[in-house]
């Protein structure tokens, strides 16, 4: 019987019995009668050692073909049988789709952190650099140093909170610092211009609390100091801030303020339409200006070579703003049911 | 401060909407609050009372006829007070007035009252809403023009501004009207001064002794004899009302009206009723007393500027008068005082004793020695036009702090250094003028002399900011920052710091801030504080709750939980990245990052898919070993003695030897303490700035994948139940081969020996440089079974009675 022969009738059996599965189990057997380590192709290969080297070339070749081509209609028969399978057995085998999920716990961030990034990275991208200072601050820092001497009417625009603690004169020196602008001063006391920095921070004011007022808060600070830094810049820095956190289409206002720490001072304000008004309004979203000459001579710059600006941003306005939050108390209620819409 | 848009017509002509004005102010600096409009009396009109005669009808009632210019109306009224040839307000019918029965609004409509037609009606004061005043109409001055729109006569508009603290001008009429001018392009007309000083030399009958010329730089003061107290004209009443000043007499409501017309405070004593008429700026004595115009009786320090007369305090200087010398009725002679005192001291005196006062909000935010000199004239002459009597021949002027005028060299250079860009001496002139400086202009730079009443211009840069705000900082170029970026050092604990923010959110934990004071006692309950002295105390503190720094965590996280029993069954997994603050002898605290943790209730949502049971200390546990691994740090645990937690079920978060924090169940003293009284609360702390230090490694290095196939075999061991797994866990990482040892069951109960119990581990050999055979796995497992018998008694479960 020539060799190739039995190949060929091997292939037409084996597919006519093929179609004659009905079953995954008349499958498993099919594939042990013809595709087993016993089966008939691979008997088959195994006999070739016996032939001429010539025909053990052809024929393992074609047994080869063979062995692939059946494999693979094994495969199309075995989906066509899962195919009817589940067509048969699909209006018992189906899942509520609409059922909840596996809730897998993922906690969210404080929205002050949240909005804290986001100025962050807005200064980042401007060569800005995160730095940090003591909350419990020196008078002479928080104050004196920023051009706000003992006994002066600007203290009026932060109420003071003391710790309860007196220097060799019997002063109160020591305080929960009222504003994150120390820092302006400890930075320039220990480093060389240029200087560009900002500085996130808890501060604190004696300030009865309400929907838009805590004793307890948070701002960003920032300082840049070089020469030929100028009020053009500050503008240009605090606009383009701006419009990475509030979009574009918002509008900004710079108008003159007072903070004895800087001339001109400046606040900055957006453009801001409350819930149920039916008007636009100027919301104030910072303190800014030119560092006064006198706050950079007490930290041992000349004012006539150096120019710079700072700003201070409050942090829960800010996220009160963006997040439609309507009570700063809110922030630290730590209410998870508010918490967790951040 | 309240500013009547009429008062500032006295200064400077306005011509814009006063909603413009005020955009304006608040561009520049001076910040409008609110705008009151007075006024908005529709079909209200002037008009003249032609006749009044008995109404037929009624006794109380009369019949009167008033001519509004181009008609004749027939009113019917009530008022006693109204008389022929009077001057009043005439509302038509459908004006909407103010029903004086109840106060509410109104509108006026045609009626016949006892049979008489009445076509509109004559108004009081309450009528128009001006004042609670019903008693009788509102008579006008005979001036008032008959037929003009009540608006038109009297309608204003009250700005109410917010000063900064630098400018002690803008709590004047005249600062603002400055301010008014330059912006507005208008001019400024000042009051015209002139009186005939007609009585004997001042200085014959007043001496004025400055004991403390340090703290009075100015005093002056002149002498009105034979005046007559009474009412101040309606005018006068009218503007300091709308100012929200309290009316008192004439000469006292002078003093106020030429205080806010210039910002400089005055007083008047009562001449007849000073010792010796002799006045004396000088210290308080200790133990000396005065009554002040408030009631109130105040001791006096040694640092109180007080004016005396020859033996009492008569006022404490630049803050309020004292009752022994006050303008009564019958005070005939004024000694009227206008004069310098020193900011610092005055605020602090006012301070001290807690009483601020008009007079006291201007001194100190400095007054210019020059103004005193203005208030007093134009003070002198409005008490003699209005109160009457003789001004006394010449002024005390007494002037040991004399200043010069001063002058700032504004230069070209300065300007481009802050703003950026160039402008030129003629704009600046311009800019300046407006405002009342005045300016030459030379080669580069602008010479500028500053005004008397400016008190807040020192240098350069201020000049550099009054040009800026008046031209609108609108007009001012956006550029970005061109000069070099910083060099930046590493910032390598921020981002730690961060990184531990994301990693534990990630873990499933909500972060939280909380307050960073709290009452002793909260704190107290933790167990781990026991001395407020050793404590960062506020002196002055919002209330007991908030009165210590917090120097541990624990309380504020707890305090969170409580917060959200009520509305939350869980799983609560929270965690706050705060401060702690600890004393220091003669120094700030010390500040530390603490990252603390708490679980409680479930450890997933409620729902169709069944719960995983209660947070427990491995689940913490979890948290934390997850946090270090990704942090590349691997903690050890040791037990710990510590009142907050759990003694038998907490432990010291150790890196290396050095602890950094701890972890554990809340000690159920201190959890039902807080008010937790169901549940087992989960607790882990760590010092960041410790883990930073310890962590050597702030990035990753890769290590090379295994290349070779593992081995898996399972060991179950009979272990003493005071061996722990950290000590088992050692003996196989000790072993080479065994690349993995994952704890995969305990077991205690039937077939376990008392005091003993059964670990599972999965063991996981396999070598870098080859695949393992059987026998080498055998090996491996058996000397490290005969290791772990040595050190640790363990033996494979099984097998423990061979060896007996």
């Not at chain 2, 000042?190 to 340090?214: A, M, R």
């Not at chain 2, 550029?479 to 910032?491: F, N, R, W």
């Not at chain 2, 497992?781 to 061979?802: F, H, P, W, Y």
């Amino acid at each position: 019987m020539p060799v190739d022969n039995t190949l060929e009738q091997l292939r037409s059996t084996a597919l006519q019995e093929l179609e004659e599965c009905t079953s995954k189990l008349d499958l498993a057997e099919w594939r042990v009668k013809y595709l087993g380590r016993k089966g008939y192709v691979t008997g088959f290969l195994r006999e070739l050692k016996n032939l001429q080297p010539s025909e053990k070339k052809t024929f393992g070749s074609q047994a080869n073909q063979l062995k692939v081509f059946l494999t693979e209609r094994l495969m199309a028969a075995e989906s066509k049988l899962i195919e009817q399978e589940i067509r048969v057995l699909g209006e018992n085998d189906r899942i509520d789709v609409t059922r909840p999920g596996r809730l897998i716990n993922v906690g969210s961030y404080h929205p002050l952190t949240k909005i804290r990034r986001e100025i962050e990275q807005a200064f980042i991208s401007m060569g800005f650099q995160v730095v940090e200072g003591p909350e419990i601050e020196w008078d002479h820092y928080n104050f004196e140093l920023l051009n706000i001497p003992k006994n002066h009417p600007s203290r009026d625009i932060w109420d003071t909170l003391w710790v309860d603690y007196r220097n060799e004169r019997g002063e109160r020196n020591m305080l929960l610092r009222t504003h994150t602008s120390p820092m302006q001063a400890r930075i320039m006391e220990q480093e060389e211009p240029p200087i560009r920095v900002i500085v996130p921070g808890k501060v604190y004011r004696y300030e009865a609390t309400d929907r838009t007022h805590e004793w307890h808060f948070h701002q960003v600070e920032g300082l840049a100091v070089d020469r030929g830094i100028t009020f053009a810049d500050m503008k240009g820095t605090l606009y383009e801030f701006a419009r990475r956190l509030f979009g574009s289409d918002r509008k900004v206002r710079f108008r003159c303020d007072y903070f004895p720490f800087v001339e001109p001072g400046v606040d900055m304000s957006i453009d801001y339409l409350a819930p149920g008004a039916d008007s636009h309004d100027w919301l104030e979203i910072m303190g800014a200006g030119m560092v006064h000459p006198k706050v950079l001579e007490g930290v041992g710059y000349d004012p006539e070579e150096y120019t710079g600006f700072a700003f201070g941003i409050g942090l829960e306005r800010i996220a009160m703003l963006k997040y439609g939050i309507d009570d700063i108390r809110l922030f630290f209620d730590n209410d998870l049911r508010f918490l967790r819409q951040f | 401060m309240k500013i009547p848009i009429s008062w500032l017509k006295d200064f400077v002509e306005i011509g814009i909407p006063v909603h413009e004005l005020a955009d304006k102010l608040t561009m520049a600096g001076l910040e409008v609050g609110s705008i009151e409009r007075i006024g908005g009396w529709e079909k209200c009109l002037i008009g003249m009372v032609r006749s009044v005669i008995p109404h037929p009808n009624a006794d109380r009632l009369r019949l009167c006829e008033v001519d509004t210019g181009s008609t004749i109306h027939q009113v019917v009224c009530g008022a006693s007070n109204v008389d022929v040839e009077q001057k009043i307000v005439f509302a038509e019918i459908g004006a909407s007035l103010v029903d004086s029965r109840n106060g509410k609004p109104k509108t006026l409509k045609a009626a016949k009252i006892r049979g008489e037609r009445s076509e509109g009606m004559i108004c009081s004061e309450l009528e128009l809403g001006l004042s609670e005043e019903h008693e009788g109409i509102l008579v006008l001055p005979e001036d008032a023009p008959t037929g003009m729109s009540l608006d038109d006569y009297m309608g204003d508009y009250v700005l109410d501004i917010e000063p900064t603290p630098n400018r002690a001008d803008w709590f004047s009429i005249l600062g603002v009207a400055y301010e008014i001018a330059a912006l507005t392009g208008q001019e400024i007309h000042e009051p015209l001064v002139e009186y005939s000083e007609d009585g004997e030399n001042i200085h014959d009958q007043v001496k004025v002794t400055i004991q403390s010329p340090d703290l009075c730089p100015r005093y002056s003061a002149s002498l009105i004899k034979g005046v007559s107290i009474d009412e101040s004209p309606r005018w006068l009443q009218g503007r300091l009302k709308k100012a929200g000043i309290k009316v008192v007499n004439n000469v006292v409501d002078v003093t106020n009206y030429v205080m806010w017309e210039y910002g400089q405070p005055l007083h008047a004593f009562d001449y007849e009723r000073l010792l010796k008429h002799h006045v004396i700026i000088r210290k308080g004595y200790t133990g000396e007393e005065i009554i002040t115009l408030d009631g109130v009786q105040r001791g006096l320090f040694s640092d109180t500027l007080v004016i005396a007369d020859d033996r009492d305090a008569i006022a404490l200087a630049g803050i309020i008068g004292g009752k022994n010398s006050e303008i009564v009725g019958t005070t005939r002679d004024v000694f009227l005082e206008s004069a310098s005192f020193d900011p610092e001291n005055n605020r602090k005196t006012s301070h001290s004793f807690d009483l601020r006062t008009e007079a006291s909000i201007r001194f100190e935010k400095g007054l210019r020695p020059d103004l005193v000199e203005v208030a007093l004239k134009r003070a002198t002459q409005l008490i003699r036009d209005i109160a009457g009597g003789v001004v006394a021949k010449g002024k005390i002027d007494e002037y040991p702090g004399r200043e010069e005028p001063r002058k700032i060299m504004l230069t070209d250079r300065k300007m481009k250094q802050v703003l950026g860009i160039e402008i030129s001496p003629a704009n600046i002139e311009k800019t300046l003028n407006g405002l009342g400086f005045q300016c030459c202009v030379t080669d580069g730079a602008v010479d500028v002399r500053i005004p008397y009443w400016r008190s807040d211009i020192a240098i350069e840069e201020d000049l550099v900011e009054e040009v800026a705000r008046i031209m609108g900082y609108e007009a001012i170029p956006t550029t970005m920052l061109s000069t070099p970026i910083p060099h930046h050092k590493g910032d390598d604990y921020y981002m730690f710091r961060e990184n531990i923010r994301d990693l534990l959110v990630r873990e499933g934990l909500q972060e939280i801030v909380t307050y960073s004071a709290s009452s002793f006692e909260t704190l107290a309950r933790t167990r781990l504080i026991d001395d407020s002295e050793k404590l960062v105390r506020i002196a002055n503190p919002m209330s007991g709750d908030f009165e210590y720094m917090r120097p541990v965590m624990g309380a504020h996280i707890l305090q969170a939980l409580i917060s959200n029993l009520s509305f939350n069954r869980g799983p609560i997994a929270m965690f706050e990245m705060g401060r702690v603050y600890l004393k220091r002898e003669r120094d700030l605290p010390e500040e530390r990052d603490i990252i603390a943790g708490l679980l409680y209730g479930p450890c997933s949502e409620e729902g169709w898919l069944g719960s995983d049971g209660q947070f427990d200390f491995y689940d913490a546990k979890g948290i934390v070993e997850s946090l270090l691994g990704r942090l590349f740090l691997t903690g050890n645990y040791t037990a710990l003695e510590n009142g907050f937690l759990h003694p038998g079920k907490s432990a010291s978060i150790n890196l290396f030897d050095r602890s950094v924090g701890k972890i554990g169940e809340i000690h159920p003293v201190v959890q039902r303490d807080f008010g937790v009284t169901e549940g087992t609360a989960v607790y882990f702390e760590m010092d960041v700035r410790s883990m930073f230090e310890m962590a050597t490694e702030t990035f990753p290095r890769m290590k090379p994948l295994a290349r070779f196939p593992s081995t898996i075999r399972d060991v179950s061991l009979l272990v003493d139940l005071n061996v722990t797994y950290a000590s088992i866990k050692n003996v196989f990482e000790q072993n080479k081969l065994i690349a993995k040892a994952v704890l995969e069951d305990v077991y205690e109960g039937d077939g376990i020996p008392e005091q003993k119990c059964s670990l599972t581990f999965r063991l996981y050999l396999q070598s870098p440089i080859k695949t393992l055979s059987s026998g080498e796995v055998n090996d491996a497992i058996n000397k490290v079974l005969d290791k772990l018998k040595a050190e640790t008694g363990s033996i494979l479960r099984g097998t423990e009675g061979q060896f007996e």
